[in-house]
């Protein structure tokens, strides 16, 4: 019996197979076909998730629980304050304490108007070619009129959405929040968001629970 005869076998290359890259905070997938270095390179990438929402602080104080209002009452405070990373940049706002009516998130929450109608705004590191979804929780101050609370955010001085809420119905024990959120892609290093009631008089739309979520344009949508 002689031995087979070596042979030669020629074997294409494998093809990069379908890579489906989930965002973190997202629930929406998109598919991409790529080499293991792009592959990589966008997973280094990828980490870029929930950024915090303050630049200096690290904490974006989002449930305006800093500073702590002694329970069952308010603060009102002017612009130029401070409520943690936020700053009052117009009118008045009120910071409510825990038990003066629900929260959506926590023990406190912000009506944006105080005395008048107001604003806070927060500055916060951002990276080109992200997109940054801001999300808040709405209610509307039920203590009086006008039943339908009006507000505004701006990114950057510019108005990036108008909001309201309509209270009517809504009591200090049961105040109805909604979630509510608006999205945007960095063009630089940091962006400057601002609340503000648009609504005249002391009972003006409520905030809490605001939070920073960011992923790579290329990867994913918020």
Same mark, same amino acid.
């Given at each position: 019996?002689? *031995?087979? %005869? *070596? $042979?030669?076998? $020629?074997? *294409?290359?494998? @093809? *990069?197979?379908?890579?489906t890259t989930p965002c973190e905070g997202s629930g929406r997938w998109r598919q991409w076909r790529a080499g293991a270095g792009l592959l990589s390179a966008l997973a280094a990438l990828a980490t870029v998730t929930a950024a915090p929402a303050d630049?200096? %602080?690290? /904490? %974006? #104080? +989002? +449930? !305006?629980? $800093?500073?702590r209002v002694q329970p069952h009452t308010f603060q009102t405070l002017p612009a130029g304050r401070s409520i943690g990373a936020w700053t009052v940049t @117009?009118?008045?706002?009120? =910071?409510?304490?825990?038990? !003066?009516?629900?929260a959506a998130n926590g023990a406190? /929450? =912000?009506? =944006? #108007?105080?005395?008048?109608s107001g604003a806070v705004s927060q500055t916060f590191s951002t990276l080109p070619l992200v997109k940054?979804?801001?999300?808040?929780? =709405?209610?509307g101050n039920p203590g009086g009129p006008p039943a339908v609370k009006t507000g505004r955010v701006r990114i950057n001085g510019e108005v990036a959405r108008d909001f309201s809420f309509d209270a009517t119905g809504r009591s200090f024990a049961g105040m109805g929040y909604v979630h509510q959120k608006v999205s945007f892609v960095a063009t630089g290093l940091s962006m400057t968001v601002e609340f503000a009631g648009t609504v005249p008089g002391v009972f003006g739309p409520v905030i809490d629970d605001v939070t920073v979520k960011s992923c790579l344009v290329i990867i994913c949508h918020l």
């Open positions: 019996m002689t *031995a087979p %005869s *070596a $042979t030669t076998e $020629t074997r *294409a290359a494998p @093809r *990069a197979e379908p890579v630049a200096t %602080s690290g /904490s %974006s #104080n +989002g +449930g !305006f629980e $800093t500073p @117009r009118g008045t706002v009120d =910071l409510v304490g825990e038990g !003066f009516w629900q406190q /929450s =912000l009506d =944006l #108007n105080g005395d008048t940054y979804e801001i999300g808040y929780k =709405l209610a």
